[in-house]
């Protein structure tokens, strides 16, 4: 699975952005869609996760109720609303696909298995 994000940016404080996330190649039949993060200096980290029907979700707590995650499943895409930015969510943003259950609450990088390229996100306080 090739996966392709796109929509990260420089944005101020309060400001919203909307990541997207293709995914091509052989895709499984039924998989599981994400979205971590990696700051300089941390570890990645776990920030929303869907399932193929798109019916479970689940997040981080420093995003709950600001961020929002989605897909279209018949275009292979998820994408991640992003509101209310702080500069804390400063990041490069890695889309991710694995096993229908690894979006069942899972957050740990080992539960997916496919990873894209990573978009800068940079929020300016």
């Known amino acids: 699975v090739q996966l392709q994000a796109s929509g990260g940016g420089l944005v101020q404080a309060g400001d919203s952005l909307r990541l997207s996330c293709a995914a091509s190649?052989?895709?499984?039949?039924?998989?599981?869609m994400g979205w971590f993060r990696q700051s300089p200096g941390k570890e990645r980290e776990f920030v929303a996760s869907?399932?193929?029907?798109?019916?479970?979700?689940y997040y981080a707590d420093s995003v709950k109720g600001r961020f929002t995650i989605s897909r279209d499943s018949a275009k292979n895409t998820v994408y991640l609303q992003m509101n209310s930015l702080k500069p804390e969510d400063t990041a490069v943003y890695y889309c991710?696909?694995?096993?229908?259950?690894?979006?069942?609450?899972?957050?740990?990088?080992?539960?997916?298995?496919?990873w894209g390229q990573g978009t800068q996100v940079t929020v300016s306080s």
């Open positions: 869907i399932s193929w029907s798109g019916l479970s979700t």
């Open positions: 190649g052989r895709t499984p039949r039924r998989f599981g």
């Open positions: 991710t696909s694995g096993p229908d259950y690894s979006a069942s609450g899972l957050t740990g990088v080992t539960s997916f298995d496919s």
